[in-house]
């Protein structure tokens, strides 16, 4: 029980800290991400290459949607 308060604390924080909406937690919550890694991917002022979380959690989601499609339409093709 007070595992998942901590839990909840730690996501709500990355929520705060990264400007993330609940769909993007809803995106890194399914793919198994941990709140700690998203506040360490912040970009700092230095890193301007780097992404803000929310839109490299949405490019990792959609990317790995894009993968299980074509895993799903090649066993499909493969079972006929």
Not at 14 to 21: H, I, Q, S, W
Not at 22 to 46: F, V, W, Y
Request: aromatic share 4%.
């Amino acid at each position: 029980m007070a595992n998942n308060l901590k839990k909840d604390a730690e996501w709500a924080e990355a929520k705060k800290r990264c400007r993330l909406n609940e769909e993007t937690i809803k995106m890194a919550k399914e793919m198994g991400l941990n709140p700690r890694s998203l506040i360490k991917n912040i970009p700092s002022k230095r890193e301007q290459w780097k992404a803000p979380v929310s839109v490299w959690i949405q490019e990792m989601y959609q990317e790995r949607q894009a993968k299980a499609l074509k895993k799903k339409a090649r066993k499909e093709k493969a079972a006929e």
